[in-house]
């Protein structure tokens, strides 16, 4: 698995749609085995998303994002964990133990945590896929996911589904698990959320 997190002197870069560093992390078995830096040429929506995708990333952790570039990522198959700061050590440690959905982590202004259990009210902030679902499942400690008008369910609720991106086999999502983590059981390639 292929973690991305913008970045700016240690810290994860307050806005995605401008930042300059991007920092790739790849994950197995739960645990970091190499990180390496890579620099965006340009802040065109468009040029961005190919950029961003050509990194191999399969999640992005960021500060505030765009609706625009949020969507676009999502239909590539990105999750997108949105509206998150901290020390890029720290906010990478929290989605890795499932900790990413506490205050401590939201942006300074993010009503995410308006309503009970930091329920986002706002946007993206955690997670990928359609409006207003599935974020009291992440919250209650299964790590990010989200809900909002610029993001959308984590995928841990009944009924939500994984699909593939290359032949379309729709399998029921397995709770706690990102679709991406799940391969097709068809073509064998990563799941992406329906």
């Not at 679902?133 to 994984?162: H, I, K, L, Y």
Request: net charge positive.
């Amino acid at each position: 698995m292929r973690i991305a997190i913008p970045q700016w002197q240690g810290r994860v870069s307050p806005v995605f749609d401008v930042a300059g560093n991007l920092l790739l992390i790849d994950i197995e078995d739960g645990r970091e085995i190499r990180r390496e830096e890579r620099r965006f040429l340009g802040t065109n929506p468009l040029v961005r998303v190919t950029e961003f995708l050509s990194f191999g990333a399969g999640i992005l952790i960021c500060g505030a994002i765009s609706a625009s570039l949020q969507t676009r990522l999502i239909a590539a198959g990105v999750q997108v964990i949105g509206f998150a700061c901290g020390t890029v050590d720290d906010v990478l440690a929290a989605y890795l133990n499932g900790t990413l959905a506490r205050r401590a982590f939201a942006m300074p202004g993010c009503k995410r945590w308006r309503r009970g259990e930091g329920e986002n009210m706002m946007s993206g902030g955690f997670g990928t896929g359609g409006r207003g679902a599935g974020r009291r499942a992440r919250v209650r400690g299964q790590g990010a996911g989200g809900a909002g008008r610029m993001g959308g369910s984590s995928a841990t609720w009944a009924g939500a589904f994984c699909i593939c991106p290359k032949c379309g086999e729709k399998v029921t999502h397995a709770a706690g698990k990102p679709c991406l983590q799940m391969l097709c059981p068809k073509c064998g390639v990563p799941m992406a959320r329906s």
